[in-house]
């Protein structure tokens, strides 16, 4: 350490929105067909933050993770995702995105069966051109981060919970920072479902920001911020009102 | 449970003098039920009319015992269930019913009002959790301070999981 480090601290980070929803309507179909999904949501979720999404179903909490993830466009209103607007990046822009910004945990258990536990989170990040070495090491750092060992293993040879597990290893590998969760912990038990989320809600220490759709009271209940949505709008927001963030 | 079931269940695990009886009855209630010395008297005054309850002074202090008659009203306490018929008059289902009357906008404020202050409240007690460390093992007092902890947590979620209900339904109604 030098003496300019002992006297000069390093300035704080100022937080950064991980992604935010400006007056965003999503419609589907059009004339008689149409279905309003979301209807002007404005919400912003800051990194080191997880919101949880509740609602009816068919309220536009899956849409609202769709766009968010850059897999559909909003009709109107605009999508920020890490302080860029989603609708003014290229297509291979946008593509780069998903890949490298962006982890989705979704209900149903959706690794690739024929890979081995190690090889589903390798992956995405071999697909974005990290050399196979280190995205093996990124990969068993992120898959004993979440408890697991024996990698080798197939999908198959996993409980429910901990192929969700691996899901989330894969949602967090390499540069993500926004993680999308539909869900996750719909097909799982309530003890299963409790080591999931309270993985997911580790995350926000490490600066990620975490969107979790949940109908559970007992899982929203970890998150930072708690919104309501009903008809594609956001009816009220519930904050954990200890007088700031961690 | 009133006072005297709970001075009733106390005196079962044998003869005890006034205060015992009030910090007993605060420490088995897990801290939700304070009680001032004089209602102890007042309820244990009832008890011995009613042949529930013997008394016996010495050395100036006045002991007091159960009854056989107080044990069998006790028995019958412990087995007796909450009836449904009529249901209990719960005063958030009869809010959301009051709301309901005045139509179905004004039912949903009031079901997003009371869910968003009942999930408030469990994240506040889950952070409490996440700032303690592993569950202790726990006895005694602790144990009645988490059976009670659990209770609230437990009652919060059922309420709103009965409010998500209301809502589905109330939207369903209006369309
Ligand atoms: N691809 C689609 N085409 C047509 N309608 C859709 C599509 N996706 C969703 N919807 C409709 O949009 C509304 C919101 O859906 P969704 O976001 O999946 O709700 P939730 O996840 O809250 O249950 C629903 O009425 C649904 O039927
Ligand atoms: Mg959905």
Redesign the pocket.
């Known amino acids: 350490m030098t003496v300019t480090d002992t006297l000069a601290p390093p300035e704080p980070v100022p937080p950064v929105d991980a992604i935010r929803f400006l007056d965003v309507a999503k419609t589907?179909?059009s004339g008689d067909n149409a279905?309003t999904?979301l209807a002007g949501v404005t919400l912003t979720v800051a990194a080191g933050e997880m919101v949880a999404i509740m609602?009816p179903?068919?309220?536009?909490?899956?849409?609202?993770l769709h766009l968010a993830g850059g897999l559909e466009d909003p009709t109107s209103g605009t999508v920020v995702v890490g302080g860029r607007p989603v609708s003014a990046m290229t297509p291979s822009q946008r593509a780069t995105m998903r890949r490298r910004d962006v982890g989705y945990v979704f209900q149903r258990l959706n690794l690739v069966p024929s890979l081995t536990a190690l090889e589903n989170v390798m992956l995405p990040l071999e697909l974005d051109g990290i050399p196979t070495r280190d995205a093996r090491d990124q990969a068993r750092e992120a898959l004993s981060a979440m408890g697991l060992d024996r990698l080798d293993r197939y999908p198959d040879d996993f409980s429910g919970g901990q192929q969700q597990r691996i899901a989330i290893a894969r949602a967090t590998t390499g540069t993500r920072r926004l993680v999308l969760a539909d869900e996750p912990t719909g097909a799982l038990d309530t003890a299963n479902g409790d080591q999931v989320i309270e993985l997911l809600a580790a995350l926000p220490a490490r600066g990620a920001a975490v969107v979790l759709?949940t109908h559970e009271p007992r899982f929203a209940s970890w998150a930072d911020r708690v919104v309501f949505?009903r008809d594609g709008r956001v009816v009220d927001q519930s904050e954990a009102d200890d007088g700031g963030r961690r | 449970m009133a006072v005297r079931e709970g001075l009733l269940a106390l005196l079962d695990a044998g003869p005890r003098v006034g205060h015992q009886l009030k910090t007993g009855f605060e420490a088995a209630t897990g801290g939700v039920w304070p009680l001032n010395v004089g209602q102890v008297y007042t309820t244990l005054d009832r008890l011995e009319r009613d042949g529930l309850v013997a008394t016996a002074e010495a050395d100036g202090q006045r002991t007091y015992s159960i009854t056989d008659a107080g044990t069998a009203a006790l028995g019958a306490w412990w087995e007796a269930v909450g009836g449904d018929d009529p249901p209990p008059r719960d005063e958030l289902m009869l809010k959301v019913l009051m709301a309901l009357d005045r139509g179905p906008d004004h039912a949903l404020a009031v079901v997003t009002a009371q869910r968003t202050a009942l999930l408030a409240l469990l994240q506040r007690r889950r952070r409490d959790q996440r700032g303690r460390a592993t569950d202790p093992a726990v006895g005694g007092e602790a144990l009645a301070a988490v059976l009670v902890d659990d209770a609230l947590v437990l009652r919060a979620e059922a309420d709103l999981r009965w409010l998500d209900q209301c809502e589905a339904r109330v939207l369903q109604a209006r369309r």
């Open positions: 589907y179909g279905v999904a609602g179903s068919g309220c536009g909490k899956s849409t609202l759709v949505l």
